[in-house]
């Protein structure tokens, strides 16, 4: 491992049923461009070998909605569907396959996984300095979360065979724009090169 390794950490967002599955809020956009990419496997073993902390986010609304701000349409559509997004609620829940290597999950009410909760200084307080983004979707949570985290002052790197969004030409555009506005992007074998010092 790379003697930088206990200072990274992997953020994979969104990673749930509501997000990926075709039973989800959000599967009929997603379900089967996120099926078709294989992206879900591919993530599930780079969170498996990254050999740093993975910190999971889920996007739920408690009772009373929490920090939900209804200023956007994406917001006003969960905001009235909310039941599906309570934390107990089985659309709430991590999918299957990234379960078994879910560290610790975080849940919050906006698109930034690193807004409306205390992650971003927990992070700090454990000498995080630099992020590995996985998630969907790619021009959603993931770009919001990587603009947020460089803002923020974390070196960050989002791994781009480990994101998807529901349509390609919208993927390839976030990517490009991750390029220009992050460290840069990577694959996972890069990544976990990074990562064990290999690079």
């Known amino acids: 491992m790379s003697p930088d390794a206990p200072r990274a950490a992997v953020l994979a967002l969104h990673w749930q049923v509501n997000v990926i599955k075709p039973e989800g809020f959000f599967g009929p956009m997603l379900a089967e461009p996120v099926a078709r990419s294989g992206v879900v496997e591919r993530a599930a073993r780079f969170h498996a070998q990254a050999g740093v902390p993975v910190f999971f986010t889920r996007f739920t609304i408690p009772e009373g909605e929490g920090g939900l701000v209804r200023n956007t349409g994406f917001m006003h559509a969960v905001g009235e569907a909310q039941e599906a997004f309570r934390p107990d609620a089985p659309g709430a829940r991590l999918i299957p396959e990234v379960t078994g290597t879910a560290g610790t999950v975080v849940d919050n009410q906006k698109l930034s996984g690193l807004a409306g909760n205390d992650l971003a200084a927990r992070l700090t307080d ?3 300095d630099t992020l590995f983004l996985t998630g969907v979707a790619t021009n959603l949570t993931v770009e919001q979360t990587a603009r947020h985290a460089t803002d923020l002052g974390f070196t960050v790197h989002v ?6 969004a529901a349509d390609d030409t919208a993927h390839t555009a976030s990517l490009a724009n991750l390029e220009l506005t992050t460290a840069g992007c990577l694959t996972a074998e ?10």
Do not use: M
């Open 190 to 199: 890069e990544a976990l090169a990074r990562l064990h010092g290999r690079s």
């Open 126 to 128: 454990q000498g995080v």
């Open 159 to 164: 791994v781009r065979d480990c994101v998807t």
